[in-house]
């Protein structure tokens, strides 16, 4: 999984949120901030951090969670937990 390029895994991440926000995704882009744009509760970013574990092999803290407010930063979060695990 850790031979995944920054392309895909933005891929991966954008369609789970979009799946757990229903929204569009052409409405989302890197900037788009998981609560004040798009309004996602606690309960919803929970569902997205657990997709996201499930589908790269990993482990978000409570504390990480925090610090992840846009998209980007949930791609860069995954990206280099990926090639800390080589």
Known sequence: MSNLSREQ???DVIRTIAEVAECDL???NGRTELI???GLDSLMIFEIVIELEE???LRIS???VDQ???INQAVDFVLQELVVEK
């Open 9 to 11: 895994i933005y891929d």
């Open 26 to 28: 052409a409405e989302l």
């Open 36 to 38: 004040a744009d798009l």
């Open 55 to 57: 589908k790269f092999d």
């Open 62 to 64: 409570d504390e990480e």
């Open 68 to 70: 992840i407010k846009t």
